[in-house]
């Protein structure tokens, strides 16, 4: 009884992930215009590698065999790279509500794309989480306001960051298609170092133009974060639950990112949303809540 199953680690890692995205939205829109997207990236993909490397070698290492057909951790790590690149690109011409209205289309995709890639069938019952989910997700974007929600425009950043999207959406069934039974924690190295080179090729004018010595302590402290909680530890934690759930019941997971916004910004001092507002709030626990027994009815 009080040992976790496969799936409910899933669950779990998917949780955190969600709390450690919403940080990553509120840090990105703060320093989009300060440094170049894809530097930004390459550095944070190379720090990320690094400790998950250092994990590895203090622990069980490398096993041999590990990086056969490499060019899957290419795959995988510019897939989440480019995600994140576009992310901050979008941020800077998108605004932040608009933004994440766009990220919440991310589970429908992730859905589709399961199918075509491992023929994940959506149920019925995981369609209407995933439609209430939605709902809620926007509530809570549009805090609540229908003039609010009907004045929305999808711009340049929103469209790019809609690729980046996209890019998600593949990324977590491709997790499952392409891994031959490496552990977790391997498989994230390899992915990490691959959306690394990537990134780094990809670049590497932003990386020597950019002027490092002269950037704002917040881009510094942002970098810090990315790395750690929004690469290495977020990267771990969703090819764990990727390995343990369908794609659509993981990405269902961003539709908590608005509400761990709110809580983001609660801590630093900014006020709560209205009751209305947390009406939103509700329908993402019950899309959760409807997935966890879609999850039970098939055990």
């Not at 002027?211 to 977020?234: C, E, K, R």
């Amino acid at each position: 009884m009080g040992k976790l199953t496969p799936r409910l680690w899933g669950h779990a890692a998917m949780l955190l992930f969600s709390a450690l995205v919403a940080g990553s939205f509120s840090l990105g829109a703060q320093v989009a215009n300060d440094i170049a997207p894809l530097a930004l990236n390459a550095v944070r993909f190379w720090l990320a590698a690094s400790l998950i490397g250092l994990a590895l070698f203090a622990g069980t290492g490398i096993p041999r065999g590990a990086f056969r057909s490499s060019w899957r951790y290419a795959v995988l790590g510019g897939l989440f790279g480019t995600y994140f690149v576009l992310m901050f690109e979008g941020l800077k011409t998108a605004e932040p509500v608009s933004t994440a209205a766009v990220f919440t289309l991310t589970p429908v995709l992730s859905a589709f794309f399961g199918w075509v890639l491992l023929r994940q069938v959506t149920t019925p019952r995981m369609a209407v989480a995933l439609a209430i989910g939605a709902c809620g997700a926007v509530w809570v974007i549009f805090r609540a306001d229908i003039d609010a929600l009907r004045a929305f425009e999808i711009g340049r950043g929103e469209m790019i960051f809609f690729v980046g999207c996209i890019c998600h959406a593949v990324y977590t069934p491709m997790v499952r298609k392409l891994n031959k039974g490496e552990p977790v924690l391997v498989f994230t190295f390899g992915t990490l170092v691959g959306g690394g080179v990537v990134l780094t090729l990809f670049g590497a004018r932003d990386l020597v133009s950019t002027s490092w010595g002269t950037l704002p302590a917040m881009v510094w402290f942002t970098l810090g974060y990315v790395a750690i909680f929004a690469s290495a530890a977020s990267v771990w934690l969703l090819q764990t639950a990727t390995l343990r759930l369908p794609s659509a019941k993981v990405m269902a997971y961003t539709y908590l990112v608005p509400s761990w916004v709110i809580i983001w910004e609660a801590a630093q001092g900014k006020p709560l949303p209205s009751v209305w507002v947390l009406g939103g709030v509700v329908l993402t626990m019950t899309a959760l809540a409807l997935l966890l027994r879609d999850e039970d009815a098939h055990r």
